[in-house]
């Protein structure tokens, strides 16, 4: 065989492989998060120690992705304006098969977040993420009492949207920070897991399921059996979380 035909055989090679993975690649989901974490808030009752390290460590491990595109918003900047504004133009980019995730750490009350200046509702979280055409939706909330998001008939505009909830405590419980820690309890957890933690069949893709239960495993068993994370909503067990 001349050096020329085993040129061209190489080339046709290399055409027939790229032909082969160009499904996949077209195919591939992107991941548009938004994380915002508010531990310093006016004057200084109210503050917290780790929301904002919180989102900023789920910012970070979300751009060691290739396919993730991700905003941080943190304390003064995370203001109740710029929380759902800069939310609705990152999610408005999204297409039907890419993973939208609202990640909120921060004080929470019983009907919604507290942002730096204003309560936002999840009523009004709820509205941005309905505006959004990807069709895996997410939304996890790192505060206390987080767990009434899917009561008092606040999930009924959801009933209809493929979108998982995932909250860090019960409605009767909170969330756990302490002095020692680098992040809270439910955020350190849930970054362990999306790094690779909660793929326990090694396919690279960490579900729904998959994260639910190395999250809720590791929070309740750090916890001394204190604090249990909630997941709830209308999507599918294989609901891709993070794609790697």
Known sequence: MTR??????MKRSVIFLFILCFPLIAGAQ???LFSAG???YPGKQNDLLLPARDAGAVHRLFLQNGRAKSVLLTNENASKRNILTKARNHFSKAKPDDIAIFFFSGHGYQGGFVAYDEFIS???I????SSCRAKNKMIFAD????GDIRENGHSAS????NVMLFLSSRSNEYSIERKDMKNGLFAACLVRALKGGADTNRDRTITAKELYKAVSKSVRELSNDRQHPVMWGNFSDN??????
């Open 30 to 32: 992107d991941i548009y």
């Open 122 to 124: 999840y009523d009004e």
């Open 158 to 161: 959801h009933s209809k949207q």
């Open 38 to 40: 508010v531990a310093d």
């Open 126 to 129: 709820r509205k941005l993420l």
């Open 4 to 9: 020329k035909q085993k040129a061209t055989i």
């Open 143 to 146: 505060a206390c009492f987080s």
């Open 239 to 244: 609901m891709p979380v993070m794609i790697w």
